[in-house]
């Protein structure tokens, strides 16, 4: 997290003139207290989610969801092929890609809010 800060520092000068804040997710529950202590010290935000909660993680709803479609018709002979499929695949995904998952939290969140914390698609 430290390398992280000071490569923000470094290469985001938006992140310099919003007084260093950086909005960390974060399940509570698994925060020990040297995380916390970092988070303290780099006077970080920690939004909390529920942990384990696949409707509020955009690797689950946003990056596997997608990875799962690309994936249903796919056939490997070896851990090779997997590893080439996925190269390729992680290669053809833009920052915009990402983007729109992080993006896609607030949403994400008012759902949950609404369905009193029940899954939903």
Request: net charge neutral; proline share 4%.
């Amino acid at each position: 997290m430290i390398d992280l800060n000071r490569s923000l520092l470094k290469k985001r000068l938006e992140y310099q003139q919003r007084q260093h804040k950086v909005i960390f997710l974060h399940a509570p529950l698994h925060m020990a207290k040297p995380v916390r202590d970092t988070l303290e010290a780099l006077s970080w935000e920690v939004l909390l989610h529920a942990a384990y909660s696949p409707d509020l993680a955009p690797s689950d709803y946003h990056l596997f969801a997608s990875m799962g479609h690309a994936l249903a018709e796919q056939r490997f002979g070896s851990y090779e092929d997997v590893k080439k499929w996925l190269d390729e695949w992680f290669a053809t995904k833009g920052e915009d890609f990402y983007w729109r998952g992080i993006h896609k939290l607030p949403e994400r969140w008012e759902k949950c809010v609404t369905s009193n914390g029940a899954y939903f698609e």
